[in-house]
């Protein structure tokens, strides 16, 4: 179980990675997967809001 677990992990670690690639080359900037979140430079929360529902994601923004 903890083999599939890892296994699945990974996926998660490499579509988070892909999806960061597409994200650094909409916005032209440079940010980093850490820790299972996906970190840009500056601000680009509407380009980053369009280019995941571009990808099939549903985005809701939170907080202020």
């Given at each position: 179980?903890?083999?599939?677990s890892?296994?699945?992990?990974?996926?998660?670690?490499?579509?988070?990675?892909v999806?960061?690639?597409?994200?650094?080359?909409?916005?032209?900037?440079?940010?980093?997967?850490?820790?299972?979140?996906?970190?840009?430079?500056?601000?680009?929360?509407?380009?980053?809001?369009?280019?995941?529902?571009?990808?099939?994601?549903?985005?809701?923004?939170s907080?202020?």
């Amino acid at each position: 179980d903890s083999v599939a677990s890892r296994g699945l992990g990974d996926v998660y670690k490499r579509q988070l990675k892909v999806i960061a690639k597409k994200l650094k080359q909409r916005c032209s900037t440079g940010g980093t997967v850490k820790d299972g979140i996906i970190e840009l430079q500056g601000d680009h929360r509407d380009a980053v809001k369009r280019g995941l529902e571009d990808m099939g994601y549903v985005v809701k923004f939170s907080g202020g």
